[in-house]
């Protein structure tokens, strides 16, 4: 079963305060969609979107370093 997360539990999860968390929702960096005045992250897509940023930040550094 899928588990959705609002806006604040988001931020929680991700360890980031809840302005930057919505800043991001905002800016569509973070896999979310809005309904009504409410965001909806779901909670297996989020896990995806960290390990696929967590990914390419780390290829990132390796090419800085060459």
Known sequence: MTRILNANETAEYIGRSKNNTLKMLHAGQIPAIRMDKRWMVDHDILDE???????RQAEERKQQHR
């Open 49 to 55: 979107w960290l390990a696929s940023e967590s990914a």
